[in-house]
C-alpha cells in the first residue's frame, strides 16, 4: 500500500514515484479519490496528460506502462435509489443501471471533479452492485472452496440451501 507522501515539492523522493521507478509494469488503485486533496489532483493531471512524473529530488519517472484506476463514491446513492426502491415500471432491479441513474451520477461527477481532470481519463465505468442471484452464487462457491479445505483436516460442514438463503437475505446490503 502506498501512501501519497512525498509528492512534489516534498524533499525526499515519492513513495509512489519509487515503487513506479523499480516496477514500471504496475496497477495503481486510487480509492475514493474524491477525497484526495487537490494537490494530489494536480499531481494526477501530470501523470495522466504527460504519462511522467517528478518527485521532490528531481527524478522524472515514466508512468506510461501503469494502469491508473480511480474510484469513486460520488453518486452512489443515486444507484441504490434505483437498487432499493423499484423503478416506475414496477420491476425490481436487474442488474443494469437505466442511462437516467447514469446521467444523474456524471451530474455529479462534473460539479466535483475539473473538466480537464475528467477529459483525460480514458473511460468512466459504472460498477453496479450484485444482485441477490449473483450473491447466491458467491457464496455457493466460497462454501464449496470451504468444505474443500475442511475436508483435508477431516471436518465436514453442510448448510441447507434454507440456511444460505436465510444468511443471505440477512445480510443483503445493495
Do not use: C
Not at 501523470?47 to 463514491?73: E, H, M, P, Y
Not at 459504472?126 to 455457493?140: E, K, Y
Amino acid at each position: 500500500r502506498i501512501y501519497f507522501i512525498g509528492y512534489v515539492g516534498f524533499e525526499q523522493g515519492g513513495q509512489l514515484t519509487e515503487a513506479i521507478r523499480r516496477q514500471p509494469y504496475a496497477v495503481i488503485l486510487f480509492d475514493e479519490v474524491e477525497k484526495a486533496h487537490p494537490q494530489i489532483w494536480n499531481t494526477l493531471l501530470q501523470v495522466l496528460d504527460d504519462g511522467r512524473l517528478t518527485d521532490g529530488k528531481g527524478r522524472t519517472v515514466d508512468f506510461t506502462n501503469t494502469i491508473i484506476v480511480l474510484t469513486s463514491n460520488i453518486g452512489a446513492q443515486y444507484i441504490l435509489e434505483e437498487v432499493e426502491n423499484p423503478s416506475s415500471t414496477g420491476k425490481q432491479f436487474d442488474g443494469k443501471l437505466s442511462q437516467i441513474i447514469k446521467d444523474r451520477v456524471m451530474k455529479e461527477v462534473r460539479l466535483h471533479f475539473r473538466p480537464e481532470f475528467l477529459n483525460r481519463l480514458d473511460d468512466i465505468v459504472f460498477f453496479q452492485p450484485l444482485t441477490i442471484n449473483q450473491l447466491s452464487s458467491v457464496i455457493h462457491l466460497q462454501l464449496k472452496s470451504l468444505e474443500e479445505r475442511l475436508k483435508e483436516q477431516d471436518i465436514r460442514i453442510s448448510l441447507t440451501e434454507k440456511a444460505v438463503q436465510s444468511a443471505l437475505k440477512k445480510s443483503y446490503n445493495p
